[in-house]
Nanobody, 125 residues
């Protein structure tokens, strides 16, 4: 089990940028999948992006792949989500999730064992 701590949420206007961070309590050099999920009010949690930390291979939801970038900092055991060209529909609580190994169905929330507490992102029009 790992502990995950998110940071970096906030309020921005449409077109703006935010960078979220997920600090992982163990070395991310070990093979694991770390993903970001978004949950809008009244909606299901949806996968935004993931990264397989051993190979640094990113995967994205289609609607985010041209605007969001997931990356990792091995020295700080941290996974970042850079979000550009934000839209009001990006508003929600963003959660970091992790599971050991590679997950092919990375955007399915039930595949993950560990979750952070979430960080709020609000995009105004």
């Amino acid at each position: 089990q790992v502990q995950l701590v998110e940071s970096g949420g906030g309020s921005v206007q449409a077109g703006g940028s935010l960078r979220l961070s997920c600090e992982v309590s163990k070395s991310i050099r070990s093979p694991m999948t770390v993903a970001w999920f978004r949950q809008a009010p009244g909606k299901e949690r949806e996968g935004v992006a993931s990264i397989h930390t051993a190979t640094e291979t990113p995967l994205y939801a289609d609607s985010e792949k041209d605007r969001f970038t997931i990356s990792q900092d091995n020295a700080k055991n941290t996974v970042h989500l850079q979000m550009n060209l934000l839209r009001p529909e990006d508003t929600g609580v963003y959660y970091c999730a992790a599971r050991s190994g590679r997950i092919w169905s990375w955007d399915m929330a039930q595949m993950y064992d560990d979750w952070g507490q979430g960080t709020q992102v609000t995009v105004s029009s």
